[in-house]
């Protein structure tokens, strides 16, 4: 089946940039998706791009998406502490209703 | 607002009792979902329905069922609690017809089995 990967912690400075990678596995995926998850509460979706695209920008945060390598990564600029979350990647196939997700990347922003 | 809820958000119980999780959704949405979060496992499917009287066996189903009589509810039934399934588990749902079909997230139930 479906594999995604991220990367377990990322720490940044605020006012820096980050960088939040993810790997799938599956080349008929259709949509691709980064969601929040503040502590205590459920996923918030961020953002999402079709699989033709291979750019997506939207205000603060761009989408980059590199098929060939099945390489997904999402770019926060100018970081503020209240970016401080875990991110997850996930991938859609076919019909795009049943979602696999990766392991979360817990972003930590220093003051 | 249109939103999704679930109920309770904290349960303990003991292993061999049987817990219903609520998912509520006013979304009016035709696919609905149930996921268990675990440290470094990322959110792994349990059930999912596509409507009403539909439902069908994510990855990890076993030890759990879910029943949809109408298209607002999805309760997640576990039959005989055990401490492996000790979890948060999250409800979500999305709308058919085409496109991304964003999934919306409910808030979450920590469950815990002694």
């Known amino acids: 089946g479906e594999d995604v990967e991220q990367s377990l912690f990322l720490s940044v400075r605020e006012g820096d940039s980050s960088v939040i990678n993810c790997t799938y596995t599956?080349?008929?995926?259709?949509?691709l998706y980064w969601y929040k998850q503040e502590p205590g509460a459920g996923l918030q979706l961020l953002t999402y791009i079709f699989s033709n695209m291979d750019m997506k920008q939207d205000q603060r945060l761009t989408v980059l998406l590199n098929k060939k390598d099945k390489h997904l990564s999402l770019r926060i600029a100018d970081t503020q502490t209240g970016d401080s979350a875990i991110y997850f990647c996930a991938s859609a196939r076919g019909s795009a209703r049943q979602l696999t997700f990766g392991s979360g990347t817990q972003l930590t922003v220093l003051p | 607002d249109a939103e999704i809820t679930q109920s309770p958000r904290h349960k303990i119980t003991e292993t061999g009792r049987q817990v219903t999780l609520a998912c509520h959704q006013t979304?009016?949405?035709?696919?609905m979902f149930w996921y268990r979060q675990d440290l470094g496992h990322g959110l792994r499917l349990i059930h999912y329905s596509y409507g009403v009287q539909d439902t069908n066996k994510g990855e990890v189903s076993d030890g759990y069922s879910v029943s949809r009589s109408n298209t607002e509810d999805l309760p997640l039934t576990l039959e005989s609690a055990a401490s492996s399934q000790t979890s948060v588990y999250f409800c979500a749902s999305s709308e058919s017809g085409g496109g991304p079909e964003t999934q919306y997230f409910g808030p979450g139930t920590r469950l815990l089995v002694l």
């Open positions: 979304w009016n949405h035709n696919n």
């Open positions: 599956d080349s008929s995926s259709t949509y």
